[in-house]
């Protein structure tokens, strides 16, 4: 999350347009299969990471 962050600082985004993008983006990081995709990116020997489709 602090690397997202940091990017948007990057991107001259101000504290006010940081804040609309912080609540929404800690709570989608935070939904269980979305979690469970992101942390499959640390496994032994990943090459990428796989994302469902709408039908999933």
Known sequence: MALVEEELEDA????????????????????????????SAFKYGCVGVGWPTAKE
């Open 12 to 39: 001259d985004l101000s504290k006010q347009e940081l804040k609309q993008y912080s609540k929404p983006l800690n709570q989608y990081i935070k939904h269980k299969s979305i979690k469970a995709i992101l942390g």
